[in-house]
């Protein structure tokens, strides 16, 4: 309980208290929060307080607020690393997630002049275009968007992605092997037709990814912007002196 006696301020005993219940699992991913009004009677304090506490949560990521619903505790954050090439099928397995693909669109495409100069091609030249809404225990996570010089892999769009990794199927039926890559990171907020198929608020931020993969003969092969959410993904990597 909240301590009278303590020098340290009731805000932040209540901090504590919420968030050692989280770290205890006493409050799972997904549940729901006491309410304020709650919050406050059970504890005494005053509702600037309850709401500096549930401040610090959320900054933290350690709860997610819903307009009109409340308080929830946050699933946690898919931290992903940037030292190789990894399938997001692959990846979320890994984690002991349940991986799920749906397939928003696909169809061939002239290359744009800003896509070409990075596939190193001739602008107009054919590509397969591949745009998928990806989920993890049936949670969007991210969208990407996919270019692939169909020269290389004619007919890549016939496959079924909502079940087969793509990647997987460059490997056993084109003999092409995604060996390195390259990649742009920046900030940016999410338009009404993403925040929709992310389930997430319009102008929320994500972590927008832009990356030329290249196949082990160093041809670029696929050029594929990645639309991750900002609250459940983490970037890292690792430096040495």
């Not at 500096?52 to 307009?67: H, K, P, Y």
């Not at 190193?120 to 996919?146: F, H, Q, T, V």
């Not at 997987?168 to 037709?193: D, P």
Request: net charge negative; hydrophobic share 40%; charged share 30%.
């Amino acid at each position: 309980m909240i301590s009278r006696d303590s020098k340290i301020p009731f805000y932040y005993q209540l901090y504590e208290i919420l968030r050692g219940k989280i770290v205890r699992g006493e409050w799972e991913p997904g549940d729901m929060l006491p309410t304020e009004t709650d919050l406050l009677e059970q504890y005494e304090v005053s509702r600037s307080t309850v709401r500096q506490a549930l401040d610090m949560l959320v900054s933290e990521g350690q709860i997610t607020r819903q307009r009109g619903r409340g308080s929830f505790v946050a699933h946690p954050t898919v931290e992903q690393g940037l030292s190789r090439i990894i399938s997001f099928t692959e990846d979320m397995r890994q984690r002991g997630m349940e991986p799920h693909t749906e397939v928003l669109s696909k169809e061939l495409v002239p290359a744009t002049a800003e896509i070409a100069t990075r596939l190193k091609i001739e602008a107009g030249e054919e590509l397969a275009r591949l745009e998928r809404l990806r989920l993890a225990d049936d949670e969007p996570l991210s969208i990407e968007e996919a270019y692939l010089v169909h020269k290389l892999c004619p007919g890549v769009l016939d496959q079924d992605y909502a079940l087969y990794p793509l990647r997987e199927t460059l490997s056993q039926k084109y003999g092409i092997r995604l060996v390195y890559a390259r990649q742009n990171i920046r900030a940016i907020t999410a338009s009404k037709k993403m925040a929709n198929a992310l389930g997430i608020k319009f102008a929320a931020p994500l972590l927008y990814i832009e990356r030329i993969s290249f196949s082990d003969k160093d041809i670029p092969v696929e050029f594929i912007r990645f639309f991750h959410r900002g609250d459940r993904y983490v970037l890292y990597n690792e430096l040495r002196d």
